[in-house]
């Protein structure tokens, strides 16, 4: 079933309920500036990690190298002897292993040398000659080089070797559609505004090959301090403006240009800004208190504190990735004869459509559709949930309530995680938009609310299994859901997201007291 049609298929069994018990949804943000919008509605593609695309490319030069020297084995070395000698194929592996290994000594795995051609080459062309002298020199002294044909080793070499540089123009033609695209830029912007700013920015700008982008600056100083330019970098805004304009745009590093010295200044933005999904550091370029080396990481040349990182990037986002496009796959296989059951026994039960779409809070606050089966009658539809379903709602259909208690209704959102991809397996449940304690929105219930939106939001979480699910009619349900979020999202591992999901059966067995 393509993506396409599985969309067509939902948004048509949402339709008719989606219409008539819809209400108008106002959302809450923050006025940019115009300098902000700009760079706001500039196009952006999608970001490609420099990690996880060197591993790719580490695995395509060892299979590469084996398939040729298998290849040469087999169509030169098979024929001349009438039989198959395992010493051939795992000298192959051996090399092709060797090169990788002599590849990454010779620091070529980077995806700034990707792009350019004459020191990739080179230092590809002496590590290459360097792993056939060695292996050349071990076959020797281990008395094997009389087994091995000369002719299919020179073939090997020459062959592999052009193989290699095929690969590297095409891999540096991609390279460089990717970079012209944006996709391996690092957005970043600068807080402050000032001469250390402005010092940052052409530090950075100054660096050959380098990957980051200053989107530019933002300051909350209005006086003779703060630059409205900073080496060509604009002013955006106010620090209480970052994290509307990274909701709004794609940003990968916010970089404080402060000094370490104005510790106060630095941990009342860092408490605005940690529940971004992006990495935020401290710059050391201007600081005169150095600590040892491996306390630094590097912008190119420019010293750097790390402060908080993006959870689950690169080989991890891969990872999870995998496990909820496969583990899910086969969950919604198998719960098909249950979901068509369910779907039956929702239409008989009360008129009106069989599956039910809410807006809800996906990832960096990102407004999705969720979808459900429908457990209320079809006029009494909530979907922006302005009024929290409570033990014995009347607006709950029979069939709703044991649906409702089992988590039954949640089970279409394997659709999102399938082919929508805007919700994972496991993670933070989504919220609905307008969720409330009382009178008062979530994020105004709980500091760092939004902290649980820096990663995708789950089918099932730690919060969940845990028993705190359904009705949050105090302030302690929606503090504990965030507080075990935020535990899942620090202590996040594929084997973790094993272990809630194999445990979320139990758990809706056995701690299901606050669903309704």
Same mark, same amino acid.
């Given at each position: 079933?393509?993506?396409?049609?599985?969309?067509?298929?939902?948004?048509?069994?949402?339709?008719?309920?989606?219409?008539?018990?819809?209400?108008?949804?106002?959302?809450?943000?923050?006025?940019?500036?115009?300098?902000?919008?700009?760079?706001?509605?500039?196009?952006?593609?999608?970001?490609?990690?420099?990690?996880?695309?060197?591993? !790719?490319?580490? %695995? #395509?030069?060892?299979?590469?190298?084996? *398939? =040729?020297?298998? @290849? &040469?084995?087999? +169509?030169?070395?098979?024929?001349?002897?009438?039989?198959?000698?395992?010493?051939?194929?795992?000298?192959?592996?051996?090399?092709?292993?060797?090169?990788?290994?002599?590849?990454?000594?010779?620091?070529?795995?980077?995806?700034?040398?990707?792009?350019?051609?004459?020191?990739?080459?080179?230092?590809?062309?002496?590590?290459?000659?360097?792993?056939?002298?060695?292996?050349?020199?071990?076959?020797?002294?281990?008395?094997?080089?009389?087994?091995?044909?000369?002719?299919?080793?020179?073939?090997?070499? !020459?062959?592999? %070797? #052009?193989?290699?540089?095929?690969?590297? *123009? =095409?891999?540096? @033609? &991609?390279?460089? +559609?990717?970079?012209?695209?944006?996709?391996?830029?690092?957005?970043?912007?600068?807080?402050?505004?000032?001469?250390?700013?402005?010092?940052?920015?052409?530090?950075?700008?100054?660096?050959?090959?380098?990957?980051?982008?200053?989107?530019?600056?933002?300051?909350?100083?209005?006086?003779?301090?703060?630059?409205?330019?900073?080496?060509?970098?604009?002013?955006?805004?106010?620090?209480?403006?970052?994290?509307?304009?990274?909701?709004?745009?794609?940003?990968?590093?916010?970089?404080?240009?402060?000094?370490?010295?104005?510790?106060?200044?630095?941990?009342?933005?860092?408490?605005?800004?940690?529940? &971004?999904?992006?990495?935020?550091?401290?710059?050391?370029?201007?600081?005169?208190?150095?600590?040892?080396?491996?306390?630094?990481?590097?912008?190119?040349?420019?010293?750097?504190?790390?402060?908080?990182?993006?959870?689950?990037?690169?080989?991890?986002?891969?990872?999870?990735?995998?496990?909820?496009?496969?583990?899910?796959?086969?969950?919604?296989?198998?719960?098909?004869?249950?979901?068509?059951?369910?779907?039956?026994?929702?239409?008989?039960?009360?008129?009106?459509?069989?599956?039910?779409?809410?807006?809800?809070?996906?990832?960096?606050?990102?407004?999705?559709?969720?979808?459900?089966?429908?457990?209320?009658?079809?006029?009494?539809?909530?979907?922006?949930?302005?009024?929290?379903?409570?033990?014995?709602?009347?607006?709950?259909?029979?069939?709703?309530?044991?649906?409702?208690?089992?988590?039954?209704?949640?089970?279409?959102?394997?659709?999102?995680?399938?082919?929508?991809?805007?919700?994972?397996?496991?993670?933070?449940?989504?919220?609905?938009?307008?969720?409330?304690?009382?009178?008062?929105?979530?994020?105004?219930?709980?500091?760092?609310?939004?902290?649980?939106?820096?990663?995708?939001?789950?089918?099932?979480?730690?919060?969940?299994?845990?028993?705190?699910?359904?009705?949050?009619?105090?302030?302690?349900?929606?503090?504990?859901?965030?507080?075990?979020?935020?535990?899942?999202?620090?202590?996040?591992?594929?084997?973790?997201?094993?272990?809630?999901?194999?445990?979320?059966?139990?758990?809706?067995?056995?701690?299901?007291?606050?669903?309704?």
């Amino acid at each position: 079933m393509e993506p396409l049609n599985a969309r067509s298929m939902l948004d048509a069994a949402t339709s008719a309920a989606a219409k008539p018990a819809d209400q108008p949804f106002v959302e809450r943000r923050r006025r940019l500036s115009p300098a902000a919008l700009d760079v706001v509605n500039q196009k952006v593609a999608r970001a490609y990690s420099p990690v996880v695309i060197a591993g !790719f490319v580490r %695995l #395509a030069d060892f299979v590469l190298l084996s *398939l =040729v020297g298998i @290849a &040469l084995y087999v +169509g030169y070395v098979m024929p001349l002897s009438g039989a198959f000698s395992w010493i051939y194929p795992a000298e192959v592996v051996a090399v092709a292993g060797a090169a990788v290994v002599c590849f990454q000594a010779a620091d070529i795995y980077q995806v700034q040398l990707f792009r350019g051609q004459l020191r990739q080459m080179t230092r590809m062309i002496s590590s290459w000659s360097f792993v056939f002298l060695l292996f050349i020199g071990i076959s020797f002294f281990a008395k094997y080089g009389s087994e091995i044909s000369r002719l299919w080793l020179a073939a090997f070499y !020459f062959l592999g %070797l #052009a193989a290699l540089i095929a690969e590297r *123009l =095409v891999l540096r @033609a &991609l390279v460089r +559609g990717w970079a012209r695209q944006g996709r391996l830029d690092r957005r970043t912007i600068i807080v402050g505004s000032d001469s250390n700013g402005e010092q940052l920015v052409e530090a950075l700008k100054a660096q050959e090959d380098s990957d980051i982008h200053v989107l530019g600056v933002f300051d909350d100083r209005n006086d003779s301090r703060a630059l409205d330019a900073c080496a060509g970098a604009r002013k955006l805004g106010k620090v209480d403006d970052i994290v509307e304009f990274a909701r709004r745009t794609r940003v990968d590093l916010v970089l404080f240009a402060l000094p370490i010295s104005a510790e106060t200044r630095i941990l009342e933005m860092l408490k605005k800004l940690w529940v &971004l999904p992006v990495d935020i550091r401290l710059s050391a370029h201007t600081n005169k208190l150095r600590f040892r080396p491996r306390s630094y990481s590097y912008l190119g040349e420019v010293p750097t504190l790390d402060v908080f990182e993006a959870p689950i990037t690169d080989w991890d986002l891969v990872m999870k990735w995998l496990f909820d496009r496969v583990v899910g796959s086969l969950a919604l296989l198998a719960a098909l004869p249950v979901m068509g059951l369910v779907a039956l026994a929702v239409k008989l039960d009360s008129p009106g459509p069989v599956l039910f779409r809410q807006k809800r809070f996906g990832f960096n606050n990102e407004r999705i559709d969720v979808y459900k089966f429908r457990s209320m009658y079809h006029h009494q539809a909530d979907p922006t949930a302005s009024k929290v379903v409570t033990k014995n709602d009347s607006r709950v259909t029979r069939v709703g309530r044991f649906i409702r208690k089992t988590s039954l209704d949640e089970l279409p959102q394997l659709f999102n995680v399938v082919f929508s991809g805007n919700l994972s397996l496991v993670g933070p449940r989504p919220h609905a938009v307008q969720g409330k304690l009382q009178s008062r929105l979530f994020d105004e219930a709980v500091d760092g609310y939004f902290a649980r939106h820096r990663v995708k939001p789950g089918i099932t979480g730690w919060a969940q299994i845990n028993g705190w699910r359904g009705e949050i009619d105090n302030e302690e349900k929606i503090q504990k859901r965030v507080e075990f979020d935020l535990y899942y999202i620090e202590n996040w591992s594929v084997l973790f997201d094993l272990y809630i999901l194999l445990k979320t059966p139990i758990s809706l067995l056995t701690k299901n007291e606050n669903a309704y």
